[in-house]
């Protein structure tokens, strides 16, 4: 018999069974939901593009984006906050994508040219930003007009503790009224960090808010997060909620809500500052060590942005602006807490609802 033919043969033989094993298991691999079809975290339909645009310099500087094609002739605003460092538009490009495609302005304030601009400084700057930011969309040509009657912001990290301070200071500040806040993982108001926070008993009453964390932050925690539900003392309990995002590593790749998860990045929003492969976390003074559950590595977007953060400041907008989908966002209902289900049927865990955190 020839020694050498049967070596091929067994080779061959082999070979196949190593793919027909990778095969089987590539078939069973759990994967994640994919972005919902329809409501609140679903892919927008309203408009194909985003109009682009940068104003002032420095601190003062912000990002205007408007929904086009077609083009409205008016839109609600959404402030939309970064974290701290994290002026690069790319950290959360996605989401302010789903946004504006939604049928949102989104307004963009930097409010610090870097991580040394004072602690002091980040309030008067965002508020100085979305000042001239509503005048210019009012005033110049060619813009689409905003509804000053629907206004919401939203922030991660320390663009939490902003967007707060912005719904607490609107009236004195001369801005409209903010009638939705999403605060999510906000941080740092105490030791070491100090970062300023207006005082929150000015928040109105008829405003609808939610105070979101992560349970693997290991950042920042949920201090701030409650500081945030507790002293917005105005609004009733039927008009917020304490939410805490709950990791879940049934299939692959796992959903980890850590300190980065919020973020959402897109390489078209990368206003040219910096590494355009930047990790999650980069942006928000998270140490990069590469390794545990804070790894660096760049995520893709996935359930805990479609199904958590997307489906409830969707709810929560449309709850504000047009007393609709109040269910996805408020009153720990089924709608609210529900997180898709992974390729194997089995339900990714819910979101963790309180009014008592």
Sequence with gaps: MNVSKILR???????LVVFSLQSIAFS?????????DDGPGSKPRAHASVLKKRY???????WIYEPDAPKPRTA???VFLHGWGGTNPLYYGAWIDHLVKRGNIVLFPRYQSSVLTPRAHFIPNTVEAIKDALERLQKSPGHVRPELNRIAAVGHSLGGVLAASVAALAAESGLPPVRAVMAVEPGMTSEPA????ADLKKIMADTL???VAGD???????????RIYYESRRVSADNKDFITLVTDDHGTPGLIANHRAPTAPDP??????????????SSTGEPTNGSGPQSTRLPVVNALDYYGLWKLFDGLCDAAFYSKNREYALGNTPQQRFMGRWSDGVAVKELKVTDKP
């Design 9 to 15: 043969t067994i080779s061959g033989t082999a070979l």
């Design 28 to 36: 069973q691999t759990v994967l994640p939901p994919p972005q919902p």
């Design 56 to 62: 002032r310099e420095g601190a003062k500087e912000y």
């Design 76 to 78: 609600p605003v959404i």
């Design 194 to 197: 100090n970062v300023p926070i």
């Design 209 to 211: 808010l939610l105070a």
């Design 216 to 226: 693997r932050d290991t950042l920042v925690s949920d201090i701030d997060a409650k």
């Design 268 to 281: 078209s929003y990368d206003n040219g500052e910096g590494d355009r492969t930047a990790p999650r976390g």
